[in-house]
């Protein structure tokens, strides 16, 4: 059973930054699109962005764009999601995916962490 394990959430203050981390065991990590998400009491899981297996297509949410950076390391079976000048709006349970097709509709996609929380205070 794949196992996707989310690490580095935490409290910050508005304008700080943090990187989150996920360790996959999905095989072969390379041959998986990655992707975070994230979700707030209440309200549907939204996308924040997604890699595709070799990082040459990558999607943000326009919400993030500019702030935050996805990239993986294929070596080290792990993605990471580095988040900078963060929002009190950015805070939320944040998840790590992974699915063999970067075209999968994300609430599709086969596998996911237990995620890690960000709280980012005003």
């Known amino acids: 059973q794949a196992q996707l394990v989310e690490s580095g959430g935490g409290l910050v203050q508005a304008g700080g930054s943090l990187r989150l981390s996920c360790a996959a065991s999905v095989r072969p990590f390379s041959n998986h699109a990655m992707g975070w998400f994230r979700q707030t009491p209440g309200k549907e899981r939204e996308f924040v962005a997604t890699?595709?297996?070799?990082?040459?297509?990558?999607d943000y949410a326009e919400s993030v764009k500019g702030r935050f950076v996805i990239s993986r390391d294929n070596a080290k079976n792990t993605v990471y999601l580095q988040m900078d000048s963060l929002k009190p709006e950015d805070t939320a349970v944040y998840y790590c995916a992974a699915d063999r097709l970067y075209s999968t509709p994300y609430n599709s996609w086969a596998y996911w962490g237990q995620g890690t929380q960000v709280t980012v205070s005003s």
């Open positions: 890699i595709s297996r070799y990082g040459r297509s990558i």
